[in-house]
């Protein structure tokens, strides 16, 4: 054989073998049964009006490049999408093509010219348009990139690595641009945050040397001179067990912060001086697992989230919650407590959420106040992510007692009693509480505890598409979409649709380097 002609071969064979694996994927009943429009091999799925179920039909360009007949040439793989799926049948035919029936033998027929082209020049097509999405270039740090985040507005960017150091971006035009990079702990760094926009451009990091540092840009200094971020604050761990959490919370110029070490000690701090970030107080503390502490060598998963608007749900504040109350997500192994603060600026727990059968990874919480209740969505090791409403039963004696199988009693996190071990700590429990009834009537704790609330919680919905742990879980900013990311190297889109319940909206699949 000629050397063109067996590179010409080669070349076929390795897009033959390409071709094999799309139609194998395509004949899966599980890929059948969540066919959605952005799975389509279609121009039309490109556009954002193919997006929706109910928009019309297959464009003719698209069914032109099946031929004419393609839309009587349904095979039988698709009843399942017409059951379930059945006002986009029309947009099921672009598939039809691509999924042939075999022969009465059993042998497998050979694949017709025409869709061979069309899987190579749509398949193909649409995973470059997938990629043209996102944006690479190369960060410059010498090991693992572990954490990202973006300020407020998008604009700005700061990669946190197992290198110790910090690199802040920002993006001009469509690239983004260093702008400074410096050695900021003497271990990796597991979390980085940017603070809010009130209060200038402040980072927050913690890393594997048990130290929380503050950053904040001097624009007077020249970029890249390795002086432009100043450490303002400098944060040890209580316990010498490192963080492995950090989060902000801003209500216009004011600000706190919230952490958790690897050993579960949860720790609020706010601003001496709400004009200055330098000098922080810890106004509460509470070990979250107390009861059932990790051993040493146990995988742990814990992380801290603050519900970012100013405002709490507009229920929660008719039922007596302080407007400017703050809302806390705690992620301890397998369960998340929530806590918020009365009108005293005491903290106590309002709900948990259960059901997770692994730990935790992340938690995220879901803009949209007005809707009248809270949404958070969890990221568990078990494969799943898992969505969560909160809502807040009416105040009235008859309704507080139909609904205890679903409340949670109030528990108060402790404020730091000076000369004492903080790891003695039992339980966060607050002095007063202590000395309160160890049965309360909970009808009256609104009256005993100004501010306090009884919250309910409901699991709405379990989504386990993902083929492995589940990392991040991200709501988009009006609550309406979740992003998520797991082992199975995709990166998936879920969209809410009716009572509660969440349904696939899109997949990308990340490829990786061989």
């Given at each position: ?9 080669h ?5 033959q073998?390409a ?7 395509l ?27 109910r928009?019309?039909g297959?464009t ?9 007949h393609?839309s ?11 059951v379930?799926?059945?006002?986009a ?26 869709v ?10 649409a995973?470059?348009?997938a990629?043209?999405?996102f ?7 010498q ?13 700005r ?14 993006k ?8 400074e990079s410096?050695?900021?702990h003497?271990?990796?760094?597991v979390d ?9 451009e ?14 904040q840009?001097?624009?007077t200094?020249?970029p ?5 971020f ?6 040890g761990?209580q316990?010498n067990a490192?963080f492995m959490s950090l989060?902000?919370k ?19 701090y706010?601003?001496?001086?709400q ?6 107080d ?6 979250v ?25 507009w229920?929660?504040?008719m ?9 806390l997500?705690?992620?301890a192994?397998?369960?998340v ?21 692994q ?12 809707r ?8 568990s090791?078990d ?18 007692a139909g609904n205890?199988s ?6 108060t996190?402790?404020?730091p009693?000076?000369g ?5 700590t ?6 007063g ?9 909970h ?16 699991l ?33 889109t879920?969209?809410?649709?009716v ?16």
């Amino acid at each position: 054989m000629a050397p063109d002609q067996h590179a010409q071969h080669h070349q076929h064979d390795r897009i033959q073998d390409a071709l094999d694996q799309v139609t194998r994927r395509l004949v899966r009943p599980a890929f059948l049964c969540n066919l959605t429009p952005s799975r389509l091999p279609s121009q039309a799925a490109s556009s954002d009006s193919s997006l929706s179920p109910r928009s019309p039909g297959p464009t003719h360009e698209a069914r032109s490049l099946f031929g004419p007949h393609a839309s009587h040439r349904r095979p039988s793989h698709l009843n399942q999408v017409a059951v379930i799926w059945d006002d986009a049948l029309e947009k099921a035919d672009l598939v039809a093509p691509l999924i042939l029936e075999p022969y009465a033998d059993g042998s497998a027929p050979s694949v017709e010219p025409v869709v061979r082209k069309s899987l190579e020049s749509h398949f193909v097509g649409a995973r470059k348009m997938a990629s043209d999405r996102f944006q690479t270039f190369s960060h410059g740090h010498q090991d693992l990139v572990l954490a990202v985040d973006f300020n407020y507005f998008g604009t700005r960017m700061v990669t946190a690595s197992s290198d110790h150091r910090l690199k802040v971006w920002d993006k001009k035009d469509d690239s983004w641009s260093l702008v400074e990079s410096w050695k900021a702990h003497d271990a990796e760094i597991v979390d980085v945050k940017w603070n809010g926009p009130f209060m200038g451009e402040v980072i927050g990091s913690i890393g594997e040397d048990g130290r929380c540092k503050l950053w904040q840009e001097d624009v007077t200094e020249v970029p890249m001179s390795g002086n432009r971020f100043k450490l303002i604050t400098n944060l040890g761990s209580q316990t010498n067990a490192p963080f492995m959490s950090l989060d902000f919370k801003n209500i216009m110029q004011e600000t706190w912060l919230a952490l958790i070490t690897r050993d579960g000690l949860l720790t609020v701090y706010e601003p001496i001086d709400q004009s200055s970030l330098n000098e922080w107080d810890l106004i509460a503390e509470h070990w979250v697992c107390a009861s059932n502490p990790p051993e040493r060598q146990e995988e742990v998963g814990f992380k801290v989230v603050f519900h970012k608007e100013k405002l709490p749900c507009w229920t929660a504040i008719m039922a007596g919650l302080d407007r400017k109350s703050l809302s806390l997500a705690v992620a301890a192994m397998n369960t998340v407590l929530i806590f918020r603060t009365d009108k005293t600026k005491r903290f106590f727990k309002a709900a948990e959420l259960k059901g997770a059968r692994q730990i935790i990874r992340d938690v995220a919480w879901a803009n949209g106040s007005m809707r009248g209740h809270d949404v958070l969505a969890t990221a568990s090791k078990d494969g799943a992510i898992r969505i969560y409403e909160v809502s807040t039963p009416r105040s009235d004696k008859s309704t507080t007692a139909g609904n205890s199988s679903g409340s949670t009693a109030t528990e108060t996190i402790s404020s730091p009693q000076p000369g004492k071990s903080r790891k003695n700590t039992a339980s966060g429990i607050g002095a007063g509480l202590a000395a309160a009834s160890k049965a309360p009537d909970h009808t009256q704790d609104n009256e005993q505890y100004p501010g306090r609330i009884r919250q309910v919680t409901k699991l709405v919905d379990e989504l386990t598409n993902h083929h492995g742990a589940v990392w991040r879980v991200a709501f988009s900013q009006m609550g309406d979409l979740l992003v998520s990311t797991g082992d199975d190297a995709s990166i998936r889109t879920w969209k809410k649709v009716v009572n509660g319940h969440w349904a696939e909206y899109a997949e990308i699949e990340t490829a990786r380097e061989q």
